[in-house]
């Protein structure tokens, strides 16, 4: 594989860099909850800095279509970047125009400025080519940080390319490379995925059986995998459409019982929100008014043991609604067993917001090998689907 990286490149000195991150972070009041990011990103961002480059940082923020675009704003993320890298971060209001072009003409070697947020303008995510021609106006290089957007077809990430020598962010280059060893993984390989929709990550789920040892589901996937044979799974979130279990079935006949593993027990309420009595029950014995909100201790130590013997592990997605006390255990009992596994013994890769969230938890996203930017991406590339954002920078 090869892949097109700013470090090698020895035009990008002394030049204008148009940085597309991804700093999609929470914002609440004007200040940032969790800025993993961010952090995630200063590597490309110091060294373009040694480089006495002037960089232009793009983002996207939420989805500002759908609310007040005040609560949108990227300032906070011109001030979190100016404490973490102890240096003077400028903001401008806006990302093309006049007011960007100004910005741009005043800035010396080593100045940073952000761009307010890029979803600002509808042109983005319709991958409009005189908006990414008007991005491209600002800078002499462009530079996809951004993993996280990798996989949508948007004019800061596709189109601009079009116009400016482009090449590849640090971060980019260690995620395609880690998600590779993933594509081409050391046996055993096992594959821990969990979530809300099956319907979402079922071309990763075909793809990935392929190669994996076991692939262990747990959350709502669960859910519909149950339903689909046919179980009780009361009133527990689950997809149910027709022609999506016929699939299922039919991948599942494909795959096999010893290669697609389901809880054996469940852990559950009989309330909506998870209060009151919660009942570790065998998946066979779930009744109609069930919730099913974690995987149980029997399925615990069923999965540990396929974890303990891989080479090769991949996470997706929380077994159970883990941020409630009462069913986080089956989650972070995984997330302890994969981080003491990762680092050495085998080569552990998690991604998705929640899984970040999930590690963090536990105390072990340290431990694992490689902790992915973008839930959404990570799947789209080990899926298979079609990146936009790094065609013409990733030759496999």
């Given at each position: 594989m090869h892949v097109k990286s700013i470090k090698r490149?020895?035009?990008?000195?002394?030049?204008?860099?148009?940085?597309?991150?991804?700093f999609n972070v929470p914002i609440k009041d004007g200040k940032i909850s969790d800025d993993y990011k961010i952090v995630a990103g200063l590597e490309t961002i110091r060294f373009l800095i040694k480089r006495n480059c002037r960089i232009i940082i793009a983002t996207h923020l939420g989805e500002p279509a759908k609310g007040n675009k005040k609560d949108f704003t990227t300032k906070p993320i011109a001030t979190a970047l100016g404490r973490l890298l102890k240096t003077k971060v400028g903001f401008v209001e806006d990302c093309v125009g006049p007011k960007a072009h100004k910005a741009v003409k005043k800035m010396k070697a080593k100045d940073i400025i952000v761009l307010e947020n890029l979803r600002f303008h509808n042109e983005e995510e319709k991958n409009n080519q005189r908006f990414a021609r008007s991005l491209a106006s600002l800078a002499d290089i462009y530079v996809n940080n951004a993993f996280a957007v990798c996989h949508r077809n948007h004019a800061s990430v596709s189109a601009i390319k079009k116009y400016l020598p482009s090449y590849a962010g640090t971060l980019v280059e260690k995620e395609v490379r880690s998600l590779n060893k993933i594509l081409k993984p050391k046996k055993p390989l096992v594959v821990l995925m969990g979530g809300a929709k099956i319907s979402t990550k079922l071309m990763l789920l075909e793809k990935l059986s392929q190669a994996a040892d076991q692939v262990m589901l747990g959350g709502a996937l669960a859910?519909?995998?149950?339903?689909?044979?046919?179980l009780e799974v009361g009133r527990s979130v689950a997809e149910k459409?027709?022609?999506?279990?016929?699939?299922?079935?039919?991948?599942?006949?494909?795959?096999?019982?010893?290669?697609?593993?389901?809880?054996?027990?469940?852990?559950?309420?009989?309330k909506k929100d998870g209060s009151g009595k919660v009942v570790a029950k065998n998946v066979h014995k779930v009744s109609k008014n069930d919730f099913i909100y974690d995987i149980g201790p029997k399925t615990i130590n069923f999965y540990a043991r396929f974890i303990k013997r891989a080479k090769t592990i991949v996470w997706n997605g929380p077994l159970g609604m883990f941020e409630n006390k009462h069913f986080k255990h089956g989650t972070l009992a995984m997330a302890h067993i994969m981080g003491v596994k990762s680092t050495g013994p085998a080569f552990g890769v998690a991604g998705g917001g929640e899984t970040i969230e999930a590690l963090k938890m536990s105390k072990m996203m340290e431990h694992v090998d490689w902790v992915s930017t973008g839930g959404g991406a990570m799947l789209s590339y080990l899926g298979g689907e079609k990146m936009p954002g790094l065609v013409g920078l990733i030759k496999k």
């Open positions: 490149a020895e035009e990008a000195r002394s030049k204008i860099i148009f940085l597309r991150s991804d859910n519909t995998f149950l339903y689909m044979l046919g459409d027709e022609e999506l279990i016929e699939q299922l079935a039919k991948f599942y006949k494909i795959r096999g019982n010893k290669k697609i593993l389901l809880p054996v027990d469940v852990v559950v309420s009989q």
